[in-house]
């Protein structure tokens, strides 16, 4: 199961491929001039049941269209004695599916992974290697430590990236406060990006709940981050609102007058569905009172939420489950 830290680690080569510029700076890598770059499927299962899947593939398309290739990114967490066959793998089917050169980009946020990852990986009998295997990698080894808000300002991606990579650090409370000033002057939509993916990328560790505070700012839906919590609990409190308008516009519509006893209990209520119930009552009630369990009310009438504490606000999710904030992407998809 991909955990939010890895999916965050790759997915921001996608949504920002501006990145790959100063990575393959730091990896001595040349990147042809004004290269467009396309995410690409990252499926490589073949006809065979056996599903396969990298991290995010990217092609690099030179402007002349001489020298591209592709460029698989992987995540990786931990050591993996069966990595180094499925990324062998996955270069083998990328090479023979474009008819493109492809490399191997892995991810990772700890030393004693991104030593492991490095390689390289000899494939064959001992003594024997048949293929060898040297991918690219990005750990806290090679990744510039960035403290300068100026700095992170003059390049958003790279500076988080810098931050999730050293999330673990002791430099990483430095990293975040430096990374907020930036945002400070960016546009809303990079503010709402970078925010959240790094709150993602940061996984379960103090440098999350620094972020946190740092920027109390939804990309990526259904992760519990704050910017989506925050999304949420006001998409709540507007259904309610809106809900208790309309019991008390159909109550004013019949000619039934409404105390301010009545519109405040109605107002305050914290529960859609003690609400519905109102709002159907509201069509053959001949007093407003009635909504609440009175003569042909049907029910008690008690909405939850009220009493103790005041009223509840329930939470509601859009009836997808997707949380939309509009952020364009730079790179093209296939």
Avoid at 74 to 103: F, I, N, T
Avoid at 175 to 192: G, M, Q, S
Avoid at 292 to 297: D, I, L, S, V, Y
Wanted: with cysteine; net charge negative; hydrophobic share 40%.
């Amino acid at each position: 199961m991909v955990t939010s830290p890895h999916e965050a680690s790759h997915r921001i080569f996608q949504d920002r491929p501006e990145l790959l510029a100063p990575v393959f700076r730091i990896l001595g890598v040349p990147l042809p001039a004004k290269a467009a770059v396309e995410v690409l499927t990252a499926d490589v299962t073949e006809i065979r049941p056996l599903e396969r899947r990298v991290d995010s593939v990217l092609r690099i398309a030179p402007p002349d269209g001489v020298g591209g290739f592709l460029l698989a990114i992987e995540a990786q967490g931990r050591r993996d004695p069966d990595k180094a066959v499925s990324w062998a793998y996955y270069l083998s089917y990328l090479k023979a599916k474009y008819a493109c050169p492809a490399l191997l980009l892995v991810v990772c946020q700890d030393k004693a992974t991104a030593g492991w990852a490095s390689g390289p990986f000899r494939l064959g009998p001992e003594g024997w290697a048949a293929l060898s295997l040297h991918p690219l990698v990005l750990g806290p080894a090679n990744v510039p430590v960035i403290t300068d808000s100026e700095v992170a300002g003059r390049d958003l991606p790279l500076a988080t990236f810098s931050a999730m990579t050293h999330g673990r650090d002791r430099n990483a409370p430095a990293i975040l406060e430096a990374l907020a000033r930036a945002l400070e002057t960016a546009d809303p939509e990079a503010v709402a990006y970078y925010s959240e993916l790094l709150e993602i990328g940061t996984g379960h560790t103090p440098a999350r709940d620094t972020w946190r505070d740092l920027m109390p700012r939804t990309y990526f839906p259904g992760r519990g981050t704050l910017i989506e919590e925050t999304y949420l609990e006001g998409e709540a409190s507007g259904r309610l609102e809106e809900r208790a308008q309309l019991v008390l516009r159909v109550l004013g519509n019949r000619g039934i007058g409404v105390g301010d006893e009545v519109r405040e209990r109605v107002v305050g209520c914290g529960d859609l569905d003690t609400l519905g119930q109102w709002l159907d009552l509201a069509f053959r009630v001949e007093r407003a009172e009635e909504i609440f369990g009175g003569a042909g009310a049907g029910g008690e009438g008690e909405c939850e939420g009220e009493g103790e504490g005041g009223p509840r606000r329930s939470e509601v999710v859009p009836q997808d489950g997707v949380v939309r904030v509009p952020v364009p992407l730079a790179a093209s998809r296939a």
